[in-house]
């Protein structure tokens, strides 16, 4: 599996790392139809949109990289930019400082953990769960107190999202992520595993 995540180019998870090309130059290989060309990049390696420019080339080497070698791959799946929103537990995941939110979000961020509660509680601890409901996705949701707060976020949305239910989701979730990351800031420790040993070892060797 290749799975590609980006976000803030600033990322708090120390098991985490970011990888930043500096380079500059015109691409001159040419890709198959379909694929980025010479055409979509520009001399400082430039595409359009808001991902940040070392992330674009690093995109851009991506693809041809794919491309060149796709004979040795038996599948590839590739998570969007968003994919630590939308996939629970993903392999990459960018924690927002309450400034960062706040800017990007608005007003909005300020009064949206009731929201997270509620959802928490009524989705047994699985927020992503109640998003993808909020969405549509899991198809008709079922029990007045679901509905309600369905009902609760479209009204949110509408005041402080203007109307992107889309966005109020993302906003929820990178509110819970912080929350969770400051707890595990709060309680890690480190641990000397060399000063670990088993009392038994159970390893049993199956010899055909």
Do not use: H
Request: proline share 3%.
């Amino acid at each position: 599996m290749f799975a590609m995540s980006a976000g803030s180019p600033t990322f708090r998870k120390g098991f985490l790392f970011s990888i930043a090309l500096s380079f500059s130059g015109v691409f001159t290989k040419r890709s198959p139809r379909g694929v980025l060309t010479n055409e979509d990049v520009d001399k400082t390696g430039n595409l359009p949109g808001l991902l940040s420019t070392n992330f674009k080339k690093l995109l851009i080497l991506c693809i041809y990289f794919i491309y060149d070698n796709r004979k040795y791959f038996a599948g590839i799946s590739l998570i969007p930019q968003s994919g630590d929103k939308d996939y629970p537990q993903a392999p990459f995941t960018t924690v927002y400082l309450p400034s960062e939110m706040l800017s990007y979000y608005g007003n909005g961020v300020m009064f949206v953990s009731g929201l997270i509660e509620v959802a928490l509680t009524l989705w047994e601890d699985n927020l992503w769960s109640a998003c993808s409901d909020l969405m549509g996705i899991n198809g008709r949701v079922r029990g007045a107190a679901k509905i309600e707060w369905i009902n609760r976020c479209g009204k949110y949305a509408s005041k402080y999202f203007d109307g992107d239910v889309k966005k109020l989701t993302y906003c929820m979730k990178d509110i819970y992520n912080y929350k969770l990351w400051t707890e595990l800031q709060r309680e890690y420790q480190d641990v000397d595993y060399t000063k670990l040993f088993e009392a038994e070892d159970n390893t049993k060797l199956e010899l055909n």
